[in-house]
């Protein structure tokens, strides 16, 4: 069953216990990259602690709300981060699919709110569903006008279950057979970005005839929804990440242009520019963010 990694239970002093990060079973692992939950029942919150931050991604997801709802906060410029003053719109349907996202987004939760979002690797979905990652980009819809019968009864049963684990467990019960039937000949075991996009345009150049820049592009496009210089940078800006948390896990100064070298950006610029794209803040304002604001809990589980 699934195996719960990361909980809040880490979170820094002042900001409540109340997110987790659950990793699938191992014969899932190629086609899960993982389950966030997250449940602020029981917790006072303030209006502005009740906004959610989330990345850029090239994951796809799907959602569920077992109390309360979250809405989509709107920015009011495309290069701005939405806050309590933006328009706020109502996410699709009862479950929601989303496909991967090229630009940060935010959610509000009006009161106490538990909900469970699943994220596959796009390429994972296509093969189990036949969808196109590439028509759900930048997209989230009511999970009932795409998913096939079968994954909408597997929708209700989860729903129905008790607890967090039965939940997840129902789902791995439904999509293990499944992938197992429909997983590539050599799925890759491991999930960060970096390497994800490299197996990807490995078996993009050895799957079909036809082995042109271009036919490979249109495949990787097709399979994850992003062209694969997008897919490398997801890999670069997740690598920083992960040494940001090192440095600071053993103590250390984050030193930005060491970041940037070590996660292959041309400069600390670079960084800067790519780390805006995807999360809405500059690396300093995202470090800051994730140690004192509850709005970024889903960047603190992550590690």
């Not at 990060?21 to 389950?35: D, E």
């Not at 994972?124 to 999970?143: I, K």
């Not at 610029?269 to 500059?282: D, F, K, M, N, Q």
Request: aromatic letters at 8%.
């Amino acid at each position: 069953m699934a195996t719960l990694v990361s909980s809040a239970a880490r979170q820094p002093d002042g900001l409540i216990p109340s997110g987790q990060l659950w990793l699938a079973r191992p014969t899932l692992a190629a086609c899960l990259r993982g389950t966030i939950v997250r449940s602020t029942v029981g917790h006072v919150l303030s209006d502005e602690d009740r906004i959610n931050r989330f990345p850029a991604t090239p994951l796809c997801s799907l959602s569920w709300w077992f109390t309360g709802r979250s809405e989509h906060l709107v920015p009011q410029r495309p290069d701005t981060m939405a806050d309590l003053s933006s328009p706020r719109e109502a996410y699709p349907g009862r479950w929601v699919l989303a496909g991967p996202q090229t630009r940060p987004s935010s959610s509000h939760c009006a009161g106490p709110t538990h909900a469970m979002m699943v994220m596959f690797m796009p390429d994972a979905l296509h093969q189990l569903t036949g969808l196109e990652p590439q028509a759900l980009t930048d997209r989230m819809v009511d999970a009932q006008t795409l998913l096939p019968p079968e994954w909408i009864a597997m929708c209700e049963a989860v729903q129905r279950q008790a607890d967090d684990a039965a939940r997840l467990e129902c789902l791995e019960d439904f999509l293990e057979p499944r992938w197992q039937a429909c997983r590539p000949t050599q799925p890759l075991h491991t999930q960060r970005y970096g390497d994800w996009a490299a197996h990807l345009a490995q078996r993009a150049a050895m799957s079909a005839p036809g082995r042109s820049l271009r036919q490979l592009e249109r495949r990787i496009k097709r399979w994850a929804g992003l062209p694969l210089r997008e897919l490398r940078g997801f890999g670069r800006a997740e690598q920083a990440f992960f040494d940001i948390i090192a440095s600071d896990t053993a103590g250390e100064s984050v030193k930005w242009a060491d970041v940037a070298a070590g996660a292959g950006f041309s400069d600390q610029s670079h960084l800067c520019r790519v780390t805006r794209r995807i999360t809405g803040y500059a690396p300093q304002a995202l470090y800051q963010g994730i140690h004192r604001e509850e709005a970024f809990w889903v960047y603190r589980i992550w590690v």
